[in-house]
């Protein structure tokens, strides 16, 4: 690493002296940004409350496909085999710099935009991770930086990338299958927080997979021992993973979901389902614990004479971190200076802390120093990792609810519904439209973020965690 190390030491040398002057073209990204800020957060709302869900954000897609689109951007529906994923593009040449774009929500978690839990469709879904935010300010930098190359002061292609399905089948991985990312020498992304920091660090590796176990029914009271307990296996295995999480590395993480135990007291059941996920810092960790987990399917099959399945339904790797990347967006942050929130504000967080048995300290406004990036952090999982293998990353995190909230929750989702989430959203914005204008203005620069990458990268080559074949579209 000792090279891009070197290349970063005098890119900081070099954005210290320069970055932090807020230019004309810098201007016209914050003008551009409030210009269309009413219409962004209009887009945002009605995607909150579609609340679609993986591959099924035919909406959602549609909305922000068609504003792009109506600003005078190449759309190009339907990529990758997916119908709700697209490419927004506009202008010719390099550098070409994408944006990403998310937009499905989660299951069971809808709510109103208020600070106390009330269900906006009971049992419904809801935007628990900010993703109607996160596809809305992606698209608000991308537009700013086309009326730029528009006007003729930048010159290169910017691409608004629209990716569905991150909650759970991680349809990035097909659209860097199908080489979107290609031609691409620089990707932007962000998500919504509770903080507001350039973000340079990793995610976790991760599996997705399915276990099933099929018996033989029977009468639980006349005849038991004419059944064969799938139950029973799915009971022996869940007892066998809760066992082996002493022995994996701090690292690790594993959970499941019970997907089917069996209908009713009185049958012995004979098929169960298990939903399991299987995470590490680095995905040469996560593997052989991966492998574990599928031999302990089969002993607990043989233990209560069933047979057994087990079905990968995905898999994404970490984040690859770039330093350079991250310290332009750090300056563009401090550039910027923190997100400012209103009394009403201030007390929509406090009162959200307050009912999920938090400190009431608020919203978290700062902009956070440039951290040292993490051997082995915490943390959740992106499909973006599969990105970063595939093009030079930055990543930004902003601030759109109070701090310590509890995420994938109704709690990030009433945020995401009001101004907090707006003013993140906005923001967010601005700060990757202000990153992706240096990138287009310093060729230099996109060779120090790119020399990182590769640097980073090494030897290794990029091999999906799932085998070749479509997306699993109506989860098939």
């Given at each position: 690493m000792k090279q891009w190390y070197l290349i970063l030491c005098f890119s900081l040398v070099t954005l210290g002296t320069n970055a932090q002057t807020l230019t004309a073209n810098k201007k016209a990204i914050i003008a551009s940004v409030e210009k269309h800020e009413n219409a962004l957060i209009e887009i945002s709302d009605n995607i909150w409350a579609l609340a679609e869900t993986a591959f099924e954000e035919t909406q959602s897609s549609k909305i922000l496909a068609n504003y792009a689109e109506s600003q005078g951007f190449k759309v190009e529906r339907g990529v990758a085999g997916m119908p709700t994923a697209f490419v927004a593009s506009y202008g010719s040449g390099s550098p070409v710099i994408s944006v990403l774009g998310e937009f499905d929500a989660l299951p069971g978690i809808s709510q109103k935009a208020k600070p106390t839990k009330e269900a906006l469709n009971e049992g419904a879904a809801g935007h628990g991770c900010g993703h109607n935010l996160f596809g809305a300010g992606s698209l608000g930098a991308a537009i700013a930086i086309k009326e730029l190359i528009e006007a003729g002061k930048i010159n290169g292609t910017v691409k608004f990338m629209g990716t569905p399905s991150e909650?759970?089948?991680?349809?990035?991985?097909?659209?860097?299958?199908?080489?979107?990312?290609?031609?691409?020498?620089?990707?932007?992304?962000?998500?919504?927080?509770?903080?507001?920091?350039?973000?340079?660090?990793?995610?976790?590796?991760?599996?997705?997979?399915?276990?099933?176990?099929?018996?033989?029914?029977?009468?639980?009271?006349?005849?038991?021992?004419?059944?064969?307990?799938?139950?029973?296996?799915?009971?022996?295995?869940?007892?066998?993973?809760?066992?082996?999480?002493?022995?994996?590395?701090?690292?690790?993480?594993?959970?499941?979901?019970?997907?089917?135990?069996?209908?009713?007291?009185?049958?012995?059941?004979?098929?169960?389902?298990?939903?399991?996920?299987?995470?590490?810092?680095?995905?040469?960790?996560?593997?052989?614990?991966?492998?574990?987990?599928?031999?302990?399917?089969?002993?607990?099959?043989?233990?209560?004479?069933?047979?057994?399945?087990?079905?990968?339904?995905?898999?994404?790797?970490?984040?690859?971190?770039?330093?350079?990347?991250?310290?332009?967006?750090?300056?563009?942050?401090?550039?910027?200076?923190?997100?400012?929130?209103?009394?009403?504000?201030?007390?929509?967080?406090?009162?959200?802390?307050?009912?999920?048995?938090?400190?009431?300290?608020?919203?978290?406004?700062?902009?956070?120093?440039?951290?040292?990036?993490?051997?082995?952090?915490?943390?959740?999982?992106?499909?973006?990792?599969?990105?970063?293998w595939n093009v030079a990353n930055i990543n930004l995190g902003v601030t759109t609810a109070p701090k310590d909230t509890p995420w994938h929750s109704w709690a990030v989702v009433a945020c995401g519904g009001m101004s907090i989430g707006h003013k993140g959203m906005t923001y967010a914005s601005k700060a990757m439209g202000m990153t992706m204008l240096d990138l287009f203005e310093d060729p230099e620069l996109v060779k120090e973020v790119k020399a990182e990458y590769k640097e980073r990268k090494g030897d290794a080559v990029y091999e999906a965690i799932v085998p070749p074949g479509p997306p699993p579209i109506n989860g098939n």
């Open positions: 909650e759970k089948f991680f349809g990035k991985i097909w659209m860097v299958r199908e080489g979107i990312w290609d031609d691409v020498d620089v990707n932007v992304s962000w998500h919504p927080s509770a903080s507001t920091q350039a973000d340079v660090q990793s995610s976790l590796a991760l599996v997705d997979f399915k276990i099933e176990f099929f018996g033989q029914a029977a009468h639980a009271s006349a005849d038991p021992w004419n059944g064969r307990s799938a139950s029973d296996a799915l009971e022996i295995y869940t007892t066998g993973i809760n066992y082996y999480r002493e022995h994996v590395k701090p690292t690790v993480r594993m959970h499941y979901h019970i997907q089917d135990g069996g209908q009713v007291v009185n049958v012995v059941p004979d098929y169960a389902r298990l939903w399991m996920r299987v995470r590490d810092t680095k995905r040469e960790g996560m593997m052989p614990v991966y492998e574990r987990v599928q031999k302990m399917a089969e002993g607990a099959a043989i233990m209560a004479n069933v047979e057994y399945k087990v079905s990968l339904i995905s898999g994404i790797y970490e984040v690859l971190v770039n330093r350079t990347g991250g310290q332009v967006m750090q300056n563009n942050l401090e550039l910027l200076g923190p997100i400012e929130y209103t009394p009403e504000e201030e007390a929509f967080g406090k009162k959200i802390q307050e009912v999920t048995g938090k400190p009431q300290v608020g919203m978290d406004s700062k902009i956070n120093p440039l951290e040292a990036t993490k051997e082995h952090p915490g943390g959740g999982s992106t499909d973006v990792g599969d990105v970063s």
